[in-house]
T-cell receptor
């Protein structure tokens, strides 16, 4: 089946630094990938839709200058959290869709802790 | 405004009994519904889905029921096993829109 690889699985960074999270579709091409954020005991909230070769579409309330998304190839999307602050600490998950809506596959997630 | 609601944050069930997880939605444009299982520090894994043209879909121990008039769906797990203990997310989609998730229900199956 379709596999989405996300890296790193966890990262600790200092406040003010930037962190890059990678999401790769391993055995299929994904023109669209999705980035979600999950706070403890909360739902997965869609942050942005990443489109290969074009600008990402951000959900309302998500700062595009803070959460930079690049989808440079059909198998790789990256999320960079710029000038990270403790409130950015969260669980970030990417997803890609293969075929029908039932074909959503999720990465294993990245636990970001900003200290 | 939450379009997908899972009103029970947690559920405890004895091993061998039935687990029933509920989900309500408000957007009548949703036409496909999915259940995901999630362990801590991992991404969600697909469990079972149902299209709005059906009212039931069964896969082994897992059955999803859809009541369109009530905008309600439920996931039944029978018999429940300790390995089923996880957080279960209900998700919905309409056309080509991204998935919208509920807040999840933490299921604990007690041996």
């Amino acid at each position: 089946g379709a596999v989405v690889s996300q890296h790193p699985s966890w990262v600790i960074c200092k406040s003010g630094t930037s962190v890059k999270i990678e999401c790769r579709s391993l055995d299929f091409q994904a023109t669209t990938m999705f980035w979600y954020r999950q706070f403890p005991k909360q739902s997965l909230m869609l942050m942005a839709t990443s489109n290969e070769g074009s600008k990402a579409t951000y959900e309302q309330g998500v700062e595009k200058d803070k959460f930079l998304i690049n989808h440079a190839s059909l198998t790789l999307s990256t999320l960079t959290v710029t000038s990270a602050h403790p409130e950015d600490s969260s669980f970030y998950i990417c997803s890609a869709r293969l075929g029908t809506v039932a074909g959503y596959t999720f990465g294993s997630g990245t636990r970001l802790t900003v200290v | 405004d939450q379009q997908v609601k899972q009103n029970s944050p947690s559920l405890s069930v004895q091993e061998g009994r039935i687990s029933i997880l509920n989900c309500d939605y408000t957007n009548s444009m949703f036409d496909y519904f999915l259940w995901y299982k999630k362990y801590p520090a991992e991404g969600p894994t697909f469990l079972i889905s149902i299209s709005s043209i059906k009212d039931k879909n069964e896969d082994g121990r897992f059955t999803v029921f859809l009541n369109k008039s009530a905008k309600h769906l439920s996931l039944h797990i029978v018999p429940s096993q300790p390995g089923d203990s996880a957080v279960y997310f209900c998700a919905a989609s309409g056309g080509n829109t991204p998935l919208v998730f509920g807040k999840g229900t933490r299921l604990s199956v007690i041996a």
